[in-house]
C-alpha cells in the first residue's frame, strides 16, 4: 500500500509556472504507474498526465497540456513531479496525484489517491 501526498500548489500569475510534486509514504513509489488529475467544480475529474513504473520512461499527457507540462520521477527521492509552465486561468484546479500497478492510464482506475493540491492562475 502507498499514500500519495501532494504539494507545490499555489497562486501564479497567468503565464507563469509551478511544480507540484507527489511524494508517497509506506512501500516504495517506484513500483507504481503515477497520473496526475485536475478537479474544477461543476466538472468530471480529468486527465492530466501520467508516468510509467520504474525509471518512468513512458510519459502520457492530454492534449490541454501537451508542450507545457512535465512529468518525471526521481526514484532516490521517492516523488514525482509535475513541472507546470505557459500556465493559463483555465488550468485554475485542485490537482490530484494517483498511484495504481501495472500500467498507467487515463482513467480514473488508480487505487490511491492523495488529498489534492489546489492551482489558482491569475489573469
Known amino acids: 500500500q502507498v499514500q500519495p501526498v501532494e504539494s507545490g500548489g499555489g497562486l501564479v500569475q497567468a503565464g507563469g509556472s509551478l511544480r507540484l510534486s507527489c511524494a508517497a509514504s509506506?512501500?516504495?513509489?517506484?513500483?507504481?504507474?503515477v497520473g496526475w488529475f485536475r478537479h474544477t467544480p461543476g466538472k468530471e475529474r480529468e486527465f492530466v498526465a501520467s508516468v510509467s513504473a520504474g525509471g518512468g520512461s513512458t510519459t502520457d499527457y492530454a492534449d490541454s497540456v501537451k508542450g507545457r507540462f512535465t512529468i518525471s520521477r526521481d526514484v532516490a527521492k521517492n516523488t514525482v513531479y509535475l513541472q507546470m509552465n505557459s500556465l493559463r486561468p483555465e488550468d485554475t484546479a485542485l490537482y490530484y496525484c494517483a498511484a495504481k500497478l501495472g500500467s498507467p492510464t487515463r482513467t480514473l482506475e488508480y487505487k490511491y489517491w492523495g488529498q489534492g493540491t489546489q492551482v489558482t492562475v491569475s489573469s
Open positions: 509506506g512501500r516504495t513509489f517506484v513500483v507504481y504507474a
